[in-house]
């Protein structure tokens, strides 16, 4: 099983500051297969970034992924007050299970 | 507009089966990957398993001996089924769908739906 760790747990900044989040799997993984989610309290995940650094539909370009091999990380260039919520990388390779991340929280500062 | 509903009963007793259903609109099962993810309260999210319209299954090894995926094309649904549940299986359960143009990431899910053990 692909065991991806994410880092940092929690981080506090401030709108319109830049965010930096890192997931990191324990075995080299195609970068097809890496995908980010955000999610709201109370809601399903939403789809960010797939393919590592294709934005899905509607996100705007505020949020980018980048990454290879093992180290992946997603970036948004200045938050805005929508943007504090918790975010998860998830994996689906050729072998299940299609693991997540433990998350990360973007909090205010 | 692809939308995902689950349903099912909110409380399940210890030691039974916990069934869910999940109703597709805007677009046939008759395609795309069907997923089930479940997310205990306060925690993580962990992806259960996948059912293929050609039939294809494949589940989270730690739960295989106990889960069941499986798909109606005729109601436009598909289903879990989790056997043997503990209190470890509260979880809030999410549906969603699997798109391999993009390399299965999940862009459509269910609101998702609170299922708690107890006697």
């Known amino acids: 099983e692909i065991v991806l760790t994410q880092s940092p747990g929690t981080l506090s900044l401030s709108p319109g500051e830049r965010a930096t989040l890192s997931c990191r799997a324990s075995q080299s993984i195609s970068s097809t297969y890496l995908a980010w989610y955000q999610q709201k309290p109370g809601q399903a995940p939403r789809l960010l970034i797939y393919g590592a650094s294709s934005r899905a539909t509607g996100i705007p370009d505020r949020f980018s992924g980048s990454g290879s091999g093992t180290d992946f990380t997603l970036t948004i260039s200045r938050l805005e007050p929508e943007d504090f919520a918790i975010y998860y990388c998830?994996?689906?390779?050729?072998?299940?299970?299609?693991?997540f991340g433990q998350g990360t929280k973007v909090e205010i500062k | 507009q692809v939308q995902l509903q689950e349903s099912g009963p909110g409380l399940v007793k210890p030691s039974e089966t916990l069934s869910l259903t999940c109703t597709v609109s805007g677009g046939p099962i008759s395609s795309y990957y069907w997923i089930w993810i479940r997310q205990p309260p306060g925690k993580g999210l962990e992806w259960i398993g996948y059912?293929?319209?050609?039939?294809?299954?494949n589940y989270n090894p730690s739960l295989k001996s106990r889960v069941s995926i499986s798909g109606d094309t005729s109601k436009n649904q598909f289903s879990l089924k989790l056997s043997s549940v503990t209190a470890a299986d509260k979880a809030v359960y999410f549906c969603a769908r699997g798109d391999a143009l993009t390399g299965m990431a999940l862009e459509y899910w269910g609101q998702g739906t609170l299922v708690t053990v107890s006697s």
């Open positions: 998830q994996q689906y390779g050729s072998s299940p299970p299609w693991t």
């Open positions: 059912f293929h319209y050609s039939g294809t299954t």
